[in-house]
């Protein structure tokens, strides 16, 4: 009797290829199905990852505590001053880090315990901004960038030592409590690096400057998502917000660019289409939401500007439409297929380079 993961331990091992992989998975599903049996894996044994009320309940906890020392501070507790908030943070940092430090160690508290030691990362600006006022540090930065509270809605070279210790902080944190959401507070602080830091090197704030930064800054970000897939896919999804706000900053930087005439919002189109293969290979839906939203952005600028005066261009577009959706039906119901043609087709260095 095999289970799903010898199959998938042999893949790992380099006994059989992903090719070999599917067309086994596929052939010995439909075998154990016309026996009126399943294929038995871990998960007969072992309790299945899931998330329930309680999941819930604890993230959306540790949501509202985050957002209550970040977004949601008032005029009146940032009137504090420096001392006030380096005092608060590092209370709320130790207490969250403590008690989750504590549920980490029990299997049944681990997530409770993850999104404890989250709360205490997303302390970290924090703690760097109100250093920074007590000791009037801001003459080293870009000036003064306002109120704390202002660090998530508005764009300042001075908030770059708060994003850049909140990066590391989550990385250290990690390194010992290997959690995937410590990795949300981190990428959102990238996410915000890679649009203060044109004003601090480049000293010019212009729209055109923040769009070209935006996609670099995206790439990479999405190299190292991809780079983590790659390395501890099987003991975690830790790469899934790096994936979000990469794609999320090379997305809103390509969008933002200028462009004048057609080829420039073609080419925009196709590199959009691209993210919707890219999604395929992969494996990463989030492309694909990017690629369609990009794709339909291009169908606007049709119908706004090129064919606006063109009676039919609705019509037209409708059956699009229709085909496309179509074609995700078709799509569908050969997906395995088409998972076997890809890795047939890849050269094999790229299939190498295709999370599992």
């Known amino acids: 009797m095999y289970t799903d993961d010898d199959l998938k331990a042999a893949l790992d091992a380099g006994a059989i290829d992903r090719i070999n992989y599917l067309s086994l998975a596929e052939f010995l599903a439909a075998r154990l199905a016309l026996r009126g049996t399943t294929a038995p894996s871990a998960a007969a044994t072992v309790p299945a990852r899931r998330f329930d009320l309680t999941h819930l309940l604890w993230y959306a906890g540790a949501l509202i505590v985050m957002a209550a020392m970040t977004i949601f501070t008032t005029t009146a507790f940032n009137a504090l001053g420096g001392g006030a908030l380096i005092i608060t943070g590092l209370f709320y940092a130790f207490a969250f880090g403590a008690v989750g430090n504590a549920l980490w160690r029990s299997p049944e508290t681990r997530t409770p315990g993850g999104l404890a030691l989250t709360v205490a990362v997303a302390m970290v600006p924090m703690i760097i901004y109100g250093i920074q006022d007590a000791l009037d540090l801001w003459r080293f930065a870009y000036g003064k960038p306002g109120e704390y509270k202002s660090f998530f809605p508005y764009i300042h070279g001075s908030w770059i030592y708060m994003e850049l210790a909140t990066v590391a902080a989550a990385a250290l944190v990690m390194r010992f409590r290997p959690f995937p959401f410590l990795l949300m507070p981190a990428g959102i602080a990238l996410w915000f690096f890679s649009m203060d830091i044109v004003v ?105 500007q090129v064919f606006r005066d063109f009676l039919a261009f609705s019509f037209v577009l409708t059956l699009i ?17 088409f998972a076997l043609w890809m890795d047939a087709s890849l050269p094999a260095g790229l299939r190498r380079l295709r999370p599992h």
Not at 224 to 243: E, I, M, Q, S
Not at 278 to 299: D, K, P, S
């Open 200 to 304: 601090w090197l480049a000293r010019l704030d212009t729209v055109a400057t923040r769009a070209n930064v935006s996609v670099l800054f995206g790439l990479i970000t999405i190299a190292a998502a991809w780079a983590v897939d790659l390395k501890a896919r099987d003991k975690g999804d830790y790469a899934f917000w790096l994936h979000i706000f990469g794609i999320m900053t090379f997305w809103g930087g390509l969008t933002a660019q200028d462009s004048k005439g057609e080829i420039g919002p073609l080419l925009y189109c196709l590199i959009n289409v691209g993210l919707l293969l890219f999604a395929v290979y992969m494996n990463r839906r989030v492309y694909a939401v990017f690629g369609t939203i990009g794709v339909a952005t291009y169908l606007g600028h049709l119908a706004a």
């Open 321 to 337: 439409g229709v085909g496309v959706i179509a074609l995700g039906i078709w799509y569908n119901k050969r997906r395995d297929r």
